[in-house]
């Protein structure tokens, strides 16, 4: 039956088959495909829509693996017939995703071999490109990406194409698609964005919903989970997709062109709605996101369900905070009486400096008072002078230019009077925007002279720490940033060469300040922050969620060095707030130019925690100016973030018995005394020849005199409370705008927080 090797051949022709032996294999490999084709086409069923229509929920636990929230489930499901289902949507859907839907037969093969190759290299899949691929695609709640389960759906697809009609295949896609807002199908979708029937969505309106498919996490304007998901980035991609669908749909023929010339205004979409409460919806976006990031799943697969997902949230914690914010704010805020305390928010994170843990955090108000971005997660609010310790960590590490990349000592002297002028590495002032010299800003205009770091720290006088920046080298800034933990993608673009970087125009979350600080509590050892401990699905763990493992950010002693630096900010300066709190403490307080955010950081061995305040602009999303926020002239960090960090810290430590004291610290670095001539402030009759004449420009601060002691002092009233006169606070770092075609100016001589340009300098490091 089979002469192989063949008989009566020798050498090589009796290894050599015959074509007989070639032809037999052929057509006995087809078959056996063919065979195993028609298993496997009579083993799968056709899914029902009622049943994939269906999800699970996903749970979440505090801690102490006590459940904190479920979500997703049986929720916000309705199945329409074909008949309800407008024709808009169907053509949109049939433009945009699949515009042979009515021909094809069910599959795409060119898709299916990518996947498969993509699958075998290891790589990322690509789904299905048909709408019946797709409809297949979601019976499956497990979303694996394995070849059984495409082989699978690929058998599922071709026996849908063959048993259904099209029109019954596209509405099955329709009635068990993801929509965001926890939206399965047209009709949840129709009620979650337009809070109407399926049956009476506009055209403008079906043509939103298709255009939410293409991914809802980044096209619900919402917002999703990730940073490229913000609402404004979303927003901005579903009007693009909008329109282009419209015009898609012209060019496929599902659409005249005179009704696309009258579609053009895009629909005006229902308030979000949510039923979580509290600090809930913003703790589980953190985990969800988390979690997809770990797990390598997509938004949407998440919200499939079926997951247990286990944080890293302290219950009583968690509640602690939400406390600390609610007892300022109230005190604080009197939206009724004063237009300044509207739309004021705050933001707070909580790690554990061991571990890199989440322990708390605040967002908001709440999912169910519509409040839907997380202020502890936020990338767009300036730290101010929180960045200080940064640039003094880095000069503790790489040195200066002048000590030749050995250590510098927090002794070290520099020049602190107002408006100093700023020089590079060679020792030639740094030009500003006008082609004059530029000069740094301090909050006020007392003459410091020649001041240690450690004094500059202590009252965050700016000129020292805008020149120390530039001796560092921005380049050496940016790396310990990144050491401990300061996402790249925060620093501030716009001045990320200038001199105003070493002020803290970037704008890192709550989160990442609070573990960034959390690297000197630590000793120099850092740790990735995380949320999730581990996550079970099926009953089985899911891989990927270890703990992160410890780095070494810094030498242990320039770590300690900076904790003994921020303990004298907590005993003697801007942050005295917090100085008779009762247990061992180290932070550092911000304010930004125009009072647009103030901020504390601060820390023990057990707890790092972040706390930020801000005003918005509700309609165009920028950041407002809190001058007169609480009938007070100016907000400071050593304020009212500060009181919301001792709130908050008093009863969070009791769980850890007696708090842990912070390491010795030794000597470190050399102290460098050579400082420039102290700048003479100029005075009204020099001419601009001699000085130039400092220019407001809308970023300028203006600082209000402290009051006279007959005046009577208002329990969040700073300026009152204040000895040193003004420089409470820090303001470091001028605020960026947060849309990308805006541009700052700035005048020679700075603003407050070194908002002028300052040129572009060289340098090692810089």
Not at 51 to 78: C, E, I, P
Not at 284 to 293: F, L, M, N, Q, R
Not at 361 to 372: D, F, I
Not at 642 to 671: C, H, L, N
């Amino acid at each position: 039956m089979i002469d192989y090797p063949r008989a009566g051949k020798y050498g090589a022709a009796r290894w050599m088959p015959s074509w007989r032996l070639v032809t037999g294999a052929f057509i006995a490999f087809m078959g056996g495909l063919v065979a195993a084709a028609g298993i496997g086409y009579a083993l799968v069923g056709i899914p029902k829509t009622q049943d994939t229509a269906l999800a699970q929920n996903n749970v979440f636990y505090w801690s102490n693996n006590k459940q904190m929230a479920a979500t997703g489930g049986q929720t916000n499901r309705q199945l329409v017939t074909d008949a309800e289902i407008p024709r808009e949507i169907k053509d949109a859907v049939v433009s945009a995703e699949n515009a042979t839907f009515y021909e094809d037969r069910g599959v795409d093969p060119a898709g299916i071999g990518r996947a498969i190759f993509n699958m075998a290299k290891g790589g990322d899949t690509q789904g299905g490109s048909t709408i019946t691929q797709q409809f297949v695609k979601n019976n499956f709640l497990s979303q694996e990406q394995t070849l059984s389960r495409k082989f699978k759906e690929l058998f599922i697809s071709i026996k849908v194409n063959q048993k259904m009609s099209k029109d019954s295949i596209l509405a099955g896609y329709l009635n068990t698609a993801y929509y965001g807002r926890n939206a399965y199908g047209i009709q949840a979708a129709a009620q979650a964005y337009f809070g109407v029937e399926a049956t009476k969505l506009t055209p403008e309106q079906s043509v939103f919903l298709a255009a939410v498919l293409k991914g809802p996490n980044f096209y619900n304007p919402d917002g999703g989970v990730g940073a490229n998901a913000s609402p404004d980035l979303n927003i901005k991609r579903a009007k693009e997709r909008w329109s282009w669908i419209l015009d898609r749909m012209v060019s496929v023929g599902r659409m005249g062109a005179a009704d696309r010339a009258k579609t053009t205004q895009f629909p005006k979409l229902k308030k979000q709605s949510s039923n979580l409460s509290g600090q809930s919806g913003y703790l589980i976006d953190i985990a969800k996101e988390y979690v997809a990031k770990k797990a390598g799943l997509s938004p949407e697969d998440l919200e499939k369900g079926g997951y247990r997902i286990y944080t890293t949230f302290d219950k009583n914690k968690v509640n602690d905070l939400a406390k600390a914010v609610d007892k300022t704010e109230k005190k604080f805020l009197d939206p009724k009486k004063r237009e300044k305390d509207k739309n004021v928010q705050f933001g707070a994170a909580s790690v554990d400096p061991k571990s890199g843990a989440i322990v708390a955090l605040y967002g908001g108000a709440g999912y169910n008072k519509g409040h839907y971005s997380n202020n502890a997660n936020t990338l767009g609010v300036p730290v101010g002078s929180t960045w200080k310790p940064i640039v003094m960590a880095a000069a503790m590490k790489y040195g200066t230019y002048e000590t030749a990349g050995k250590p510098l000592s927090p002794m070290t002297k520099y020049n602190g009077n107002d408006l100093l002028v700023i020089k590079d590495q060679n020792g030639e002032p740094i030009m500003g925007d006008n082609g004059k010299p530029f000069r740094q800003k301090n909050l006020g205009t007392k003459a410091w002279g020649d001041v240690t770091l450690y004094k500059a720290m202590e009252q965050s006088i700016n000129g020292p720490f805008a020149q120390l920046g530039i001796d560092v080298g921005l380049g050496n800034t940016r790396k310990l940033a990144q050491d401990i933990g300061i996402s790249p993608s925060s620093f501030d673009k716009g001045n990320m060469n200038n001199v105003s970087f070493s002020l803290g125009t970037s704008t890192p979350s709550a989160i990442r300040m609070a573990d960034a600080y959390g690297s000197f509590a630590n000793s120099g050892i850092h740790y990735e922050p995380y949320s999730v401990t581990k996550v079970i699905k099926d009953g089985v763990p899911v891989k990927g969620f270890e703990p992160p493992e410890k780095q070494n950010a810094m030498e242990s002693n320039v770590a300690n060095s900076m904790t003994d630096i921020l303990q004298n900010v907590v005993k003697n300066g801007t942050a005295k707030k917090v100085a008779d709190i009762g247990f061992p403490a180290a932070g550092k307080t911000g304010t930004t130019d125009e009072n647009k955010s103030a901020w504390f950081v601060g820390y023990t061995r057990e707890l790092s925690t972040a706390v930020t305040l801000f005003r918005t602009d509700p309609d165009k999303g920028k950041l407002l100016s809190m001058n007169g926020t609480g009938g007070v002239p100016s907000v400071y960090g050593g304020d009212i973030p500060a009181q919301i960090w001792r709130d908050y810290m008093i009863p969070a430590m009791k769980s850890f018995g007696t708090p842990e004291p912070f390491p010795a610290a030794e000597p470190v670095g050399e102290i460098v005394n050579d400082t420039p001539t102290p700048t003479v402030v100029p005075t009204p009759t020099e001419t601009q020849e001699e000085s130039p004449t400092p220019t407001p420009t809308p970023t300028v601060t203006k600082t209000t005199p402290p009051p006279t002691p007959t005046e009577t002092c208002r329990e969040f009233d700073w300026q009152c409370n204040n000895d040193n006169g003004g420089q409470n606070g820090g303001n470091g770092g001028v605020t960026p705008p947060p849309t990308p075609t805006e541009t700052e100016t700035g005048t020679s001589e700075g603003n407050t927080n070194g908002n002028g340009n300052g040129g572009i300098f060289g340098g090692p490091g810089g």
